[in-house]
């Protein structure tokens, strides 16, 4: 087990190293080139951007599907719970409280349960909708697949804990996790799992376009 968890974290320093060489070529690239006058607020605009542009009622992609919108705020927020989780992992202590707390571990796992099963709903979605295909890759599916994955071990690992099962299940379920996690790190860069560097940069480009325009905010009929 240690020696996966070694692993694990080799691939996590690559991920890092990886995510902040895609960061350092964002800063290079610098302010977007946009020749034209602007006639209103860059700031304003980027605050909207990262701020009241997200909400669902603002998102036509979101209102229109509120389902699968609050299935994948779901999904994310499992993933960054994960991580959490990950990091916490590799602590001697910290997995000695959780194994002291089954109460708290059982109310953890059915969290990523939630954050698993949600997952595996938009993976079939994507399969099966007609609208979602033509505009879905072999990345995709990949990077939800192990993005649920990680997840999934996770979850396996903390009910293991929270019902009290035999300590062979647990380091087992513990492994995969730890193994679930060096599959995801080192995807990462590479796929659309990248877009957590890019997201705010892309943020910042709409918003930039958009405030220079006098478009967003939006203003009050």
């Known amino acids: 087990m240690k020696v996966i968890t070694i692993v694990a974290l080799v691939a996590l320093a690559f991920c890092i190293f990886a995510c902040l060489c895609h960061f350092f070529r964002i800063i290079r ?34 209102y229109r599907h509120l389902p699968t919108y609050a299935a994948g705020m779901i999904f994310h927020l499992g993933t960054f719970l994960t991580m959490l989780l990950f990091v916490l992992s590799l602590f001697k202590p910290v997995m000695e409280f959780f194994m002291r707390q089954q109460i708290i571990s059982l109310l ?7 954050g698993t099963v949600c997952g595996i709903a938009l993976f079939i979605k994507r ?6 295909q033509p ?20 979850m396996l690992t903390f009910f293991a804990i929270g019902f009290g099962c035999s ?8 492994a995969a996790f730890h193994l679930a996690a060096t599959l995801l790190f080192l995807y990462l860069p590479f796929g659309k799992l990248r877009h957590v560097v890019y997201y705010f940069a892309a943020r910042y480009h709409l918003g930039f376009f958009y405030g220079s325009r006098n478009t967003w905010p939006p203003k009050k009929a």
């Not at 990262?50 to 998102?59: E, I, L, Y």
């Not at 505009?135 to 996770?154: G, H, K, M, W």
């Open 29 to 62: 690239l610098g302010k977007p080139n946009d020749l034209a006058e602007h006639s209103g607020s860059v700031t304003k605009g980027v605050v909207y951007a990262n701020t009241q542009a997200m909400m669902p009622q603002n998102k036509e992609s979101a």
């Open 135 to 154: 505009i879905s890759n072999v990345d995709d599916y990949i990077s939800n697949a192990f993005t649920t994955l990680f997840q999934a071990c996770a």
């Open 167 to 174: 300590n062979l299940f647990f380091f087992k379920s513990y």
């Open 108 to 114: 953890i796992g059915i969290c990523l349960a939630v």
């Open 127 to 132: 399969g099966i909708s007609k609208d979602l």
